[in-house]
């Protein structure tokens, strides 16, 4: 545990520094210090009931070791200061009122990060690959970097849309000032975010109107054929619920129908994107799917007729579309499941004007298929995938996730060659972040002796091995008593990365080989060690809708149970690179989406009353 002791000004930005911090020793749980007293990070009942009573009685606490879940982190005694001396790994003073702040929230962050990033960098002998970048939308931080360049130009009347190598190089150089970032990361972020600019710009060249003017629609269809063990989201069984699809779609077509009027009827902002999630769509049976296909073509079809009207077709071909809907410039339907794709099912996809679907293994290993519960095999997301091509789909994507129960690097290599045989057009690579809702984590006893890459205790592990490596200290720990220097050196780059990094170094590589680029980011936030999620496209197959959504580019509505909402708008600051996201949800439970949807039609109301400000 390490003591936070944090002044009246540093209070206000607990959470950024203990995140930093944490960046530097994953893992590791805090005892803070303020002027308004003592609390804890990740603090149980029996630690809180302990505080509770060494305050009341001025003596130590016991906590009661058996009741509590986290043993290994558990302070065994709480004084009615705080945590033992003993107990504390270190003490951490941050004295903002010291630093150069001028009272700018924004400003004052990175000013206090930069300064803490420098002393840990110090203290610890390392730096991180993400500098003091904590947040999961690194590239948002880029993003308006590179529009602000493109805008320079436009109004010096240079139609270029490209930046010079010198406007890219002050930007990198922005970005280390600022956020003490550099090499490989750095260039990263950049490319990523230069590179979503161009495809964004796909969307103004075929419907004449820009990304910021326009939205996208999310439909979710909360059901599976069964519920993977990992899963976080809002999915159920759909033979569960069958008996009340019907109500389950009308309520669907009221809310779609409700949104549609008001985005495009009401504020005139013209429907982009439509992405079809879940869930799994293609649980639904044919006759279902045909439903909901007609539905998004009657509520969506033509609602961007009237505001596109003065947009000329001979340079923006926004009436004939992929899609077939005018305007409408990408559709995606998740195909996830393989055990739910049929032929039929497929054709229906086809006709309706869906240009990108995606078949998702997560892993080609049958034994972990067989573990994490999706029922279906590895040869299934094969013929899957083939018969996807045959009914004529350009762009299939396919989602891999790293860190799954007992895969080390050998089993994700597997997978990641049975990729680079298949070439889909776009690979999604996650790694597993467990949510509390996932059954994985329900049954936490029953996975126990279950090896998991990424799992936090591995992680911490492997980061102090490191530390100790670096520091050159207790060779003896990993056998090297009496070796040589050289052998040493050879042995700390073995594992100089946690397994869970370097599967995603093997996947990125496999992306570089089968020439996809990557296109969006974002990072696992609240998790140890160094997770991101990374779309990897060939160029011209990038979904749209994930950069509009994972970047919070423009307003992404979503309809359906267990769907959220986020509503980009402008900054009350009136600073034009500055937005505002307002979020609503659909709650968490089917049942109440079919019992009330005027209810979650109610929240929307409140945000479309926002937009008039
Ligand atoms: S297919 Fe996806 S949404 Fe469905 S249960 Fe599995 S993880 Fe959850």
């Not at 293609?282 to 006759?287: G, I, N, S, V």
């Not at 809907?325 to 032929?343: C, L």
Request: hydrophobic share 35%; charged share 30%; net charge negative.
């Amino acid at each position: 545990m390490i003591r936070l002791i944090l002044d009246k000004t540093a209070e206000s930005f607990e959470q950024d520094i203990r995140e930093l911090i944490q960046e530097f020793y994953p893992g590791e749980d805090f005892e803070i210090r303020t002027e308004e007293g003592v609390h804890f990070t990740n603090t149980t009942q029996e630690e809180k009931n302990a505080l509770k009573q060494a305050k009341a009685t001025g003596e130590n606490a016991e906590v009661n070791k058996k009741s509590t879940k986290n043993k290994a982190k558990m302070a065994s005694e709480i004084t009615p200061e705080g945590v033992q001396d003993e107990k504390i790994r270190f003490s951490f003073e941050v004295s903002a009122s010291d630093m150069p702040l001028k009272g700018v929230r924004k400003d004052d962050k990175s000013v206090i990060k930069a300064e803490l990033y420098d002393t840990l960098v110090s203290m610890t002998g390392k730096t991180l690959p993400w500098g003091d970048l904590t947040g999961i939308r690194p590239v948002s931080l880029v993003s308006p970097m590179v529009e602000a360049a493109i805008e320079k130009r436009k109004t010096e009347s240079d139609s270029v849309n490209e930046l010079t190598e010198t406007e890219i190089r002050d930007i990198k150089t922005a970005l280390t000032k600022e956020y003490c970032i550099e090499g490989e990361k750095l260039d990263l972020m950049t490319d990523i975010a230069l590179r979503e600019h161009r495809i964004l710009n796909r969307i103004y060249d075929v419907t004449g109107k820009t990304y910021k003017e326009g939205w996208s629609l999310y439909i979710g269809i909360p059901f599976c054929p069964t519920r993977c063990l990992y899963c976080s989201f809002l999915s159920n069984t759909i033979s569960a619920w069958e008996k009340r699809l019907p109500e389950y779609m009308d309520n669907l077509r009221k809310e779609i129908r409700y949104t549609v009027r008001e985005m495009c009827g009401k504020h005139r902002r013209p429907l982009q994107t439509i992405y079809i999630g879940g869930g799994t769509p293609t649980a639904l049976d044919e006759k279902w799917l045909q439903v909901l296909m007609d539905m998004v073509h009657e509520e969506c079809g033509s609602a961007n007729v009237s505001i596109l009207s003065n947009v000329t077709s001979r340079e923006h071909d926004w009436k004939n579309t992929v899609t077939g809907m005018p305007g409408i410039v990408e559709f995606t339907v998740e195909a996830g499941r393989p055990d739910s794709i049929t032929k039929e099912k497929l054709q229906i996809l086809k006709a309706a004007g869906v240009d990108r679907i995606s078949v998702n293994p997560q892993t080609f290993n049958q034994k972990t298929l067989d573990l994490i519960g999706r029922k279906h095999s590895v040869e299934s997301v094969i013929e899957k995938y083939e018969l996807a091509r045959e009914v004529g789909f350009e762009n299939i994507n396919m989602d891999i996730i790293l860190g799954l129960p007992g895969e080390k690097l050998p089993e994700v290599t597997h997978t990641l060659c049975e990729i680079a045989r298949n070439k889909p057009d776009s690979l999604t690579v996650h790694s597993l972040a467990i949510k509390r809702a996932a059954r994985l984590t329900l049954e936490r006893d029953y996975w126990a002796g279950i090896y998991r890459a990424g799992d936090e205790n591995e992680i911490m592990a492997e980061t102090r091995l490191q530390e100790e490596a670096e520091a050159g200290e207790n060779y003896s720990l990993i056998g090297h008593t009496g070796t040589s220097v050289s052998d040493v050196a050879k042995e700390k780059t073995k594992f100089r990365y946690p397994e869970i990094t370097r599967m995603m170094m093997a996947s990125a590589y496999t992306a570089e080989v089968l020439n996809l680029k990557p296109y969006y980011l974002y990072r696992q936030k609240n998790m140890a060690g160094n997770l991101e999620n990374v779309g990897y496209s060939t160029e011209g197959k990038e979904c749209l809708y994930n950069i509009l959504m994972m970047e919070e580019k423009h307003t992404v509505i979503g309809c359906g149970a267990g769907c959220s909402s986020k509503f980009v708008l402008p900054s009350k600051d009136g600073d034009p690179t500055h937005k505002r996201v307002e979020r609503c949800d659909n709650g968490k439970d089917i049942k109440s989406y079919i019992e009330d949807v005027d209810k979650f039609i109610k929240r929307k109301e409140e945000l479309f009353s926002l937009m008039k400000e």
